[in-house]
């Protein structure tokens, strides 16, 4: 099997370093031949010099943003397999292995697992349950779970590994609601999640497939987090206009998120403790109308 591990970058020369480091300090399995192509999506820091320690296949991106740089490097690629991690993570001593385990049979299209955080400082109490996800903690449980409609939670876009011939047919990453520079939409993940099961892919997620990813103390704090919803928000608004609603809806805002937001003062007054979950219902609510109705990309 031949494995492509496609990584975008952009100006994390630092982070980069320990991303490779993890990538080259195990050796795969003998029936697993790895690759490693880095995208350069218009570095202004050391990452081009960086990069020329290592064996890895460079690909420079101009155009801005991180779903453009993934399918560039994407673009480049041959292998069977094509795996995309970020360049604030670093693999776990496993990962090649699971990876080789699971496509050793036919059975499976794509495979993914959970995030493990690596923080610069520890993170607040306040970061529970759903807000670990928008600073990048993830994991769905200690057992294999099959990706489909009943799945509780994502495909986790920056620990993905997809068998070419899928990724071939369902297409690339949608360049119209990936982050770009300080917009810190999240929809290309989740768009193509959606594709993989419309097109009747089969995945699993593996507990064992892990990454560490960085997490800055930038990313924790509550301003953070309204950005990041906001723009997520964004993204499903677009996703939204561009595809159509499969829900009723109202003045095209669908009506469960008009519910959502006309309890959020209500519950916000009977629970206070979850005031500030309350305010990001407000947030993703604001996000979800500007992308429905009047962001457009440049």
Not at 85 to 113: C, H, M, Q, V
Not at 174 to 190: A, F, Y
Not at 205 to 230: A, C, D, M, N, Q
Not at 268 to 286: D, G, H, M, V
């Amino acid at each position: 099997m031949n494995l492509d591990v496609v990584i975008p970058t952009y100006n994390r020369a630092n982070l980069l370093i320990k991303a490779l480091d993890s990538l080259f300090r195990l050796t795969p399995p003998a029936d697993l031949q790895v690759t490693i192509i880095v995208v350069d999506n218009n570095s202004t820091d050391e990452t081009a010099q960086v990069l020329r320690r290592y064996a890895v296949r460079y690909v420079f991106e101009p155009k801005a943003g991180r779903s453009n740089a993934l399918n560039a490097g994407i673009a480049k690629s041959s292998g069977e397999l094509v795996a995309m991690i970020d360049d604030d993570e670093e693999i776990a001593d496993s990962w090649y292995r699971k990876i080789a385990d699971a496509f050793r049979e036919p059975g499976f299209d794509f495979i993914g697992g959970p995030y493990e955080p690596k923080f610069e400082v520890p993170p607040p109490k306040w970061l529970t349950g759903n807000l670990r996800g928008a600073v990048g903690w993830m994991d769905f449980g200690d057992r294999p779970l099959p990706y489909d409609h009943d799945f509780p939670g994502l495909l986790l876009g920056g620990n993905v590994v997809i068998r070419r011939g899928m990724l071939e047919r369902v297409g690339l990453y949608n360049t119209s609601i990936g982050r770009t520079g300080k917009r810190l939409m999240t929809g290309e993940d989740d768009d193509m999640y959606a594709r993989l099961l419309s097109a009747g892919a089969r995945g699993m997620y593996f507990p064992e497939l892990v990454v560490y990813h960085w997490i800055p103390s930038s990313r924790l704090s509550k301003g953070y987090l309204r950005r990041w919803t906001f723009w997520a928000g964004v993204s499903e608004g677009i996703r939204e206009r561009l595809k159509g609603s499969s829900v009723p809806t109202i003045l095209g805002i669908p009506r469960y998120r008009c519910g959502k937001i006309a309890r959020a003062p209500f519950n916000a007054l009977r629970k206070p403790e979850t005031t500030f979950n309350q305010e990001l219902t407000l947030w993703s609510f604001a996000g979800f109308v500007y992308g429905r109705h009047y962001h457009r990309n440049s």
